[in-house]
């Protein structure tokens, strides 16, 4: 017994003992010189080491050496890539599919052939230009992170800020005639805020038109794609519209014309007209010949019916719901008036008053009813309060009266 009790204590020993860690003279050799913005010390942050890849993984050489001119010598050593050499270096692995199967099947393996097709990769390749950005520039070196983690360089709330390090930088982009206000422009925009202010991690980022590695500026045709994938409807309306065909003809950017591109504001029905700040007039005017100007007033007159009346609807059903009416069916019937106010909006793009016009009938007549029903509540809201009064005057005379002749009794 007592030995199967001692045979048992050494068991449990065993097992609390530590895993021997072999030691990586890469890793305790630069230590010892660089700071904690250095290599050796950021790479603990590195999706790669984390997940048990080491610097000879990538560099090549062997670890368990301490003489770098032996290290050197060694038939596997790769060392540091040129800028150059980056992608193809980082392609040893990511373009393998059997190698990235065993490590992450889920990731793509043909971020390489995306890249030279990429605007970047063609000026790198073809004209080695080592200003265009690379691997590195965008993922950093030793600090490589999962895109889903915070400290990422490609972590939605920081990619603008990534992209913008060329980008915002007047003196990098000097000689490619790029203008440099990108991310000054999407931080005021509409999906910047979104992104940015709000942290709404599906708000579009620089790679969700762009592209990823095969980053390139949307083309004219391309932008009812790039658009269209988070703007389905709005993409349709328009493919419909006669502006479709005028853009084509003239070569303009669909989208862009009247929303700009990095800088997209809110819209609202201030854009719709012929004077400033509405955005019709840079391509129309008054006299043009078309029937356009016309449709632009009958579009713009209906959007101010259609949210004028909503609003004065609004307005009463708020005045009766704060008077404690129950107000349920109007809500309800108030909820269709908003919807029928955003699908109007949204039609505007097919730039048809025939097409937008009966939704936003529907809207007014709506909005009226809830209007009506609205006043009714007041009307009995004050009715009520009367009745109130009166029954609580003749209430009081009848104490009175009773007080009365209760003291008469008494006497």
């Known amino acids: 017994m007592k030995f199967v009790y001692m045979m048992l204590m050494a068991g449990l020993l065993v097992a609390a003992t530590p895993a021997v860690v072999f030691s990586d003279n890469c890793l305790d050799c630069h230590q010892t010189f660089e700071d904690e913005n250095g290599p050796s010390h950021l790479i603990t942050k590195d999706v790669h080491y984390q997940n048990g890849l080491s610097c000879v993984s990538c560099h090549g050489g062997d670890s368990t050496m301490s003489d770098m001119d032996d290290v050197r010598k060694s038939s596997s050593f790769r060392g540091v890539p040129t800028y150059l050499q980056v992608p193809d270096f980082c392609a040893r692995c990511h373009s393998n599919p059997d190698y990235m199967h065993d490590h992450n099947p889920r990731l793509p393996v043909d971020q390489l052939e995306k890249y030279k097709t990429s605007i970047h990769g063609k000026r790198l390749f073809e004209k080695h230009d080592t200003k265009v950005a690379n691997c590195v520039s965008c993922h950093s070196v030793h600090e490589i992170g999962n895109a889903k983690l915070p400290y990422s360089s490609t972590y939605p709330l920081n990619l603008p800020f990534t992209c913008g390090k060329c980008h915002a930088d007047s003196a990098h982009m000097a000689g490619y005639n790029i203008p440099t206000d990108q991310l000054a422009g999407y931080q005021v925009s509409v999906h910047g805020k979104a992104l940015l202010e709000k942290e709404d991690l599906s708000a579009p980022a620089c790679n969700d038109c762009h592209g990823n590695h095969g980053a390139a500026p949307p083309g004219i045709n391309s932008l009812a794609a790039v658009c269209g994938m988070c703007h389905a409807i709005e993409a349709e309306l328009y493919n419909a519209s006669p502006h479709r065909a005028a853009f084509d003809e003239l070569d303009l950017p669909m989208c862009v014309v009247c929303h700009s591109n990095h800088k997209i504001l809110p819209p609202g029905d201030f854009m719709i007209g012929l004077t400033d700040p509405a955005v019709c007039g840079n391509c129309h005017s008054r006299d043009d010949g078309t029937k356009a100007p016309a449709t632009i007033d009958s579009m713009k007159a209906t959007l101010a019916n259609l949210s004028q009346a909503r609003d004065s609807a609004r307005q009463i059903l708020d005045?009766?719901?704060?008077?404690?009416?129950?107000?349920?069916?109007?809500?309800?019937?108030?909820?269709?008036?908003?919807?029928?106010?955003?699908?109007?909006?949204?039609?505007?793009?097919?730039?048809?008053?025939?097409?937008?016009?009966?939704?936003?009938?529907?809207?007014?007549?709506?909005?009226?009813?809830?209007?009506?029903?609205?006043?009714?509540?007041?009307?009995?809201?004050?009715?009520?309060?009367?009745?109130?009064?009166?029954?609580?005057?003749?209430?009081?005379?009848?104490?009175?009266?009773?007080?009365?002749?209760?003291?008469?009794?008494?006497?």
């Open 319 to 411: 005045d009766a719901e704060t008077k404690g009416m129950m107000t349920t069916d109007e809500e309800f019937l108030m909820k269709e008036v908003d919807q029928s106010l955003i699908q109007t909006r949204t039609l505007i793009h097919r730039f048809d008053i025939d097409t937008l016009g009966p939704t936003a009938v529907q809207g007014i007549e709506n909005a009226r009813k809830v209007q009506t029903e609205s006043a009714g509540l007041i009307n009995q809201y004050y009715f009520r309060r009367k009745g109130l009064a009166v029954a609580t005057l003749i209430i009081t005379l009848l104490a009175i009266g009773l007080y009365i002749k209760i003291r008469r009794m008494g006497r």
